[in-house]
């Protein structure tokens, strides 16, 4: 089957009745799942699969990555409205969504993060697409020295958000280096900072963490401050002023075009990448974003590009997750793992197989994708009035109902009574940082990218010898890199000077 | 006000509502019209909520199984069966609630038993249960192992990796997981010097080095490897087991290397402590003390279930073999695997603390 066919083919199931039906539920339910905290895409996908046995291929696989497809947007609006991030992938989010709604642009903000992640998965799918030719050759780019250099690359980035306490926030990201530690270690066989507690052997759960350090930080700001989540500025809006300002965002993220293509290129890139995971790449895009931007001062007080950068990241990493996934049958992530294991139940084969017999197929996951995204972007627009009203809703009743939803999504990742207190503990933890003015940011990238670092140095090393840094990619990554953090401390100092220049 | 707060508060009710509906409709259920009475251990399960325990995350080999046969388990119990899944400490932490589980036949897990056994064996801290007094209902499968290699390296024999130049380089993920286990085990036993690189985070990691050609092959289960194998990237060169899998009639197992060795006394041991572990394979299991009534109907219903011919044609169908053992079988294979000689058990808690 040639991929044209193959497209029209594709096209056509997915809008057909015996699917289409599938991948609107599907993504529906993703929504849901994702607007509730801790409960993520691999958490959808997981409940999905019970229905899959009695399912033909085509409906199973639009119902599963429908289901998938959505998670981030939902998480987006309850990162965006609650200051908690609803799935992992959306803390990026929580640095200029939450500002924007205290501004009274809740809405807009939420507009606008629909859509980019709309565009984002868009843009990720077709990329996915167009790599198809060549897919197995560009998956196979990234051994573990480029993942090494690629992860450290990304660590930098920690410079750019830090840049205006830059000693606070390397404390705070070397202490997520440090979290990332704890644990059993796999290459030496030896527990790690788990003070002999049996729970620490397999590592911190990110979820707990992200909760922790963000949702429950926040909750207990609101609790300290009293009021309602919606800030002092902002009256309830009417339905019709939040609709305006739904679209408003909407446009927004239309006329950020180009950095809506900028920050989706960079989640397709950390997609293809096994193990880096869509939280880093969300935070390196909107580092990016504040880096290019012309209004880089008002990043964290609220401005959209922050939004935009984060969320079209997010959802493109899973056009690029699905790449290596579809290219070699190897998952660039949890969920891709489960989707593995799913069409294995369905009797589908991947591998080059799949891109050359079922194309197809691959074109089902495609407009899956956009179809499942476009659901998800209209659909949360009809969520965001009913949600935004409940940010009016006093602290003293709404911290009872958010602390709840929040442990009970610690909670469910792995059942475990432990996250409950991991999450209190980050709670804390994160609540100091803020008022302290510890990027809470550099602390989960620290601690999300020292896995990567750490095993792929290792493996580099055994694998090619101390000298693999001299071979061509990860020497140019590494040139990159250093320019990158050259060019930052050169700002920063400037930057320092400049100001210092003021206050004479 | 209030009103205004409740309605907008739907999303979250909703979904509390359908699971509450569930719930209800999950206890409530009406025994069938014109069944006959049940007595005993059916009575007691009829209606019941069982809970089996999954001691990995969703998704994984073990997940799937589970869902895979719990219909059928419903049927033969006449309980609704909820996966539980509890992942931690490589599966220990399932396994340590069902040691600890209540004694009312209501819990019940699948364990990854020759990790378990080795485990103990090794004195691992977090092995808190006592492999053999669990109560065994069955056993779903067993283990094969396979060395697998990608046909891009050259080495496409047993033969040619043991007589090969170079220092072969076989992946395997965490140290003293079961991918560098059977490595090194199967190195010692006969005496090769393969350079095993372990570390990776996952199988699928190390498939993709093997992609990338950084390194020439790894073990692994027959059912994670039986892909790459049919669509011809990858070939099994050796096999676990006494006898030649069906799928695999062309693959030496290791047994039948055993007479060229110098040795063939050790190795032969080596290999047959090695293979009492793989026969665990994963057991379904009980917590030790359940009434006996209550296990012998378990232990029917499962047999029962693990024989229905629908179960059977959707394993076979997503590849997913199924090796059923009774549970009189399993406490025969679970003495066999704890009652190692003292020489090999010290090589075995060696390879499992990664000092081999």
Redesign the interface.
């Known amino acids: 089957m040639g991929i044209v066919e193959g497209l029209v083919s594709g096209l056509l199931q997915a809008i057909s009745l015996d699917v289409f039906p599938y991948l609107f539920i599907g993504s529906v339910f993703g929504l849901?799942i994702g607007?509730?905290p801790g409960l993520s895409g691999?958490?959808a996908?997981?409940m999905v699969?019970?229905f899959l046995?009695s399912m033909t291929p085509e409906a199973g696989i639009a119902f599963l990555l429908g289901a998938h497809a959505t998670v981030a947007q939902g998480g987006g609006l309850t990162a965006i409205l609650f200051s908690t991030p609803g799935t992992g992938q959306n803390a990026a989010t929580l640095l200029d969504g939450p500002p924007m709604r205290r501004n009274g642009l809740g809405a807009m903000a939420a507009g606008a993060a629909l859509t980019s992640c709309f565009l984002g998965a868009t843009f990720g799918a077709v990329t996915l697409a167009l790599l198809l030719p060549g897919l197995q050759q560009i998956?196979?780019f990234f051994?573990?020295p480029e993942i090494f250099v690629l992860a450290f690359l990304a660590l930098t980035f920690v410079a750019v958000l830090g840049k205006k306490d830059l000693t606070r926030s390397l404390i705070a990201a070397l202490a997520g280096l440090l979290l990332a530690m704890i644990g059993?270690d796999?290459?030496?066989?030896q527990?790690r900072f788990t003070f002999g507690l049996?729970?620490l052997?397999?590592g911190l759960e990110l979820v707990p963490v992200i909760l922790g350090l963000f949702a429950v930080a926040e909750v207990f700001e609101l609790w300290v401050s009293g009021g309602s989540l919606a800030g002092e500025k902002s009256p309830a809006l009417t339905a019709r002023a939040t609709q305006r300002q739904i679209f408003q965002g909407v446009w927004a993220a239309f006329k950020h075009w180009w950095l809506v293509l900028r920050c989706s290129a960079i989640g397709v890139t950390m997609g293809l990448i096994?193990?880096l995971g869509s939280a880093p790449a969300a935070f390196v895009a909107y580092g990016h974003a504040q880096q290019t931007s012309k209004t880089k001062e008002t990043f964290g007080k609220g401005n959209i590009e922050g939004v935009i950068g984060s969320e079209s990241a997010n959802d493109a990493v899973e056009g690029g997750a699905l790449a290596?996934t579809i290219a070699?049958?190897?998952?660039g992530s949890?969920s891709m793992?489960?989707l593995l294991?799913a069409l294995?139940?369905l009797?589908q084969?991947?591998?080059?197989?799949m891109v050359t017999d079922h194309v197809d197929v691959v074109f089902i996951m495609i407009f899956t994708i956009i179809i499942g995204n476009f659901i998800g972007m209209v659909g949360g627009m009809f969520?965001v009035n009913?949600?935004s009203?409940?940010t009016g809703?006093r602290g003293g009743?709404l911290v009872p109902?958010l602390i709840t939803?929040i442990f009970t999504g610690a909670f469910a990742v792995?059942?475990?009574w432990f996250d409950i207190g991991i999450t209190l503990l980050f709670g804390v933890l994160g609540y100091l940082m803020k008022e302290l003015n510890y990027s809470r940011a550099a602390m989960l990238i620290g601690f999300v990218l020292g896995?990567a670092v750490e095993?792929n140095l290792?493996?580099a090393i055994?694998?090619?010898g101390p000298y693999f840094i001299l071979d061509p990619i990860p020497l140019t990554l590494a040139m990159i890199t250093i320019a990158f953090l050259a060019y930052n401390v050169w700002a920063i100092v400037t930057h320092r000077r400049e100001t210092r220049g003021h206050a004479d | 006000m209030t009103t205004?707060?409740l309605?907008?508060?739907?999303?979250?009710s909703v979904?509390g509502w359908l699971i509450a509906i569930a719930a209800l409709a999950a206890c409530q259920q009406p025994p069938p019209d014109g069944a006959p009475e049940k007595t005993g251990a059916a009575a007691y399960y009829d209606g019941r909520n069982i809970r089996w325990i999954i001691p990995y995350?969703?998704?994984?080999?073990y997940?799937?199984y589970a869902?895979?046969i719990s219909p059928y388990l419903e049927k033969h119990t006449g309980a609704r069966v909820d996966v539980?899944?509890?992942?931690?400490?490589g599966g220990?932490?399932g396994a340590n609630e069902l040691y600890n589980a209540p004694k009312s036949g209501l819990t019940i897990g699948v364990i990854n038993g020759s990790a378990l056994v080795m485990n103990e064996l090794a004195g691992m801290?977090?092995a808190d249960y006592k492999i053999a007094e669990f109560e065994y209902i069955g056993r779903v499968v067993a283990d094969r192992r396979v060395l697998v290699v990608s046909l891009d390296s050259g080495y496409t024999s047993i033969e040619a990796i043991m007589n090969a130049d170079e220092r072969i380089?076989i992946g395997a993920?965490?140290?003293?997981g079961s991918t560098y286990v059977d490595a090194v085990i199967v190195n010692e036993a006969f005496d090769m010097n393969l350079d095993i690189?372990?570390?990776?985070?996952s199988s699928?990691?190390v498939?993709?080095?093997m992609?990338?050609g950084?390194?020439v092959g790894t073990w692994g289960s027959w059912g994670s490897a039986v892909?790459?194998v049919?669509?011809g990237?990858h070939k099994v060169v050796l096999q676990s087991g006494r006898e030649r899998l069906a799928e695999l009639p062309d693959v030496p197992t290791a047994f039948e290397l055993v007479d060229r060795m110098a040795n063939p006394d050790r190795t032969q041991a080596i290999l047959s402590a090695w293979e009492s572990l793989h026969e665990v394979g994963r057991p379904v299991a009980a917590p030790p003390g359940v009434p006996l009534e209550r296990l012998e109907f378990l232990r029917a219903a499962f047999d029962g279930a693990m024989h229905e011919p629908e179960l059977l044609a959707?394993a076979k169908?997503?590849?997913r073999p199924l090796n059923f053992a009774s549970a009189e079988e399993m406490r025969r294979v679970i003495t066999e695997s704890t009652s190692m000689p003292d020489d090999i058990r010290a090589l075995f808690v060696r390879a499992i603390?990664?000092e081999l």
């Open positions: 849901l607007v509730i691999h958490f996908m997981a699969i019970p046995y998956v196979l051994g573990p059993l796999n290459v030496t066989n527990e049996l729970e052997r397999d096994p193990g290596s070699f049958g190897v998952p949890s793992a489960i294991g294995f139940i009797g084969e991947t591998g080059p197989n969520l009913p949600l009203r409940a809703i009743l109902v939803v792995q059942r475990s896995f095993k290792y493996l055994q694998l090619s | 205004r707060i309605r907008h508060r739907k999303p979250f979904i995350s969703p998704g994984g080999g997940d799937e869902r895979l539980y899944n509890l992942p931690g400490a220990m932490r801290r977090g380089k993920t965490g140290l003293g690189i372990h570390g990776f985070d699928s990691v498939r993709q080095a992609l990338r950084n390194i892909d790459a049919v669509e990237r959707k169908s997503s590849g603390k990664g």
